[in-house]
């Protein structure tokens, strides 16, 4: 059998990308800077998931988090220029669920 030598960066966005949830997240955020509360209420998610989620993907640089100093204190997510680059990749995967899915 022939060994396959699976690309690191590949199988770490994959990964990435894969964990429940995640790909819907940035999905939702195409829109444009959304709270916390406009995510949670889009997605059938649960809040702990979703900080999560939102937290491992502040990390990668995909989301910012800006808070605001308004009384009270108002946060928004967006996508970041790497995680705005998702789109293609997310458009076209709703293109073709569109077509193959039922």
């Given at each position: 059998?022939?060994?396959?030598?699976?690309?690191?960066?590949?199988?770490?966005?994959?990964?990435?990308?894969?964990?429940?949830?995640?790909?819907?997240?940035?999905?939702?955020?195409?829109?444009?800077?959304?709270?916390?509360?406009?995510?949670?209420?889009?997605?059938?998610?649960?809040?702990?998931?979703?900080?999560?989620?939102?937290?491992?993907?502040?990390?990668?640089?995909?989301?910012?988090?800006?808070?605001?100093?308004?009384?009270?204190?108002?946060?928004?997510?967006?996508?970041?220029?790497?995680?705005?680059?998702?789109?293609?990749?997310i458009r076209e995967?709703?293109?073709?669920s569109q077509t193959?899915?039922?």
């Amino acid at each position: 059998m022939k060994e396959t030598k699976l690309c690191p960066r590949l199988s770490k966005a994959m990964e990435l990308l894969g964990k429940r949830w995640t790909t819907l997240i940035l999905y939702q955020l195409l829109d444009g800077p959304q709270r916390f509360n406009e995510i949670e209420s889009a997605l059938p998610v649960s809040g702990r998931l979703l900080s999560e989620r939102l937290k491992e993907l502040e990390k990668e640089e995909i989301v910012q988090r800006k808070v605001y100093a308004d009384v009270p204190v108002r946060v928004e997510y967006s996508l970041t220029e790497k995680g705005s680059a998702l789109e293609g990749a997310i458009r076209e995967v709703e293109n073709w669920s569109q077509t193959w899915i039922k």
